[in-house]
């Protein structure tokens, strides 16, 4: 058992299972996959930010392993 914990900053995920290995990929994000493309209307549910030079954005995660 695996569990994820992520703060506010992570309100996407991506997961990907490629078809030709025995492995998936979980990635947190701040933002849906193209994001910046998303039609005016939708930026408040896609994430993403623009930082202006010298900016920063931090986010806090957590993968806490345990015993099945």
Sequence with gaps: K????ADGTFGQMV???P???ALLCV???S???DCFNSPADARENVGGCVLEPGESITGV???TPARY
Excluded: C, K, R
């Design 2 to 5: 695996l569990t994820l914990t």
């Design 15 to 17: 997961v990907f299972a």
């Design 19 to 21: 078809a030709s290995e």
């Design 27 to 29: 990635e947190p994000v």
């Design 31 to 33: 933002n849906t996959t």
């Design 61 to 63: 995660l957590h993968w």
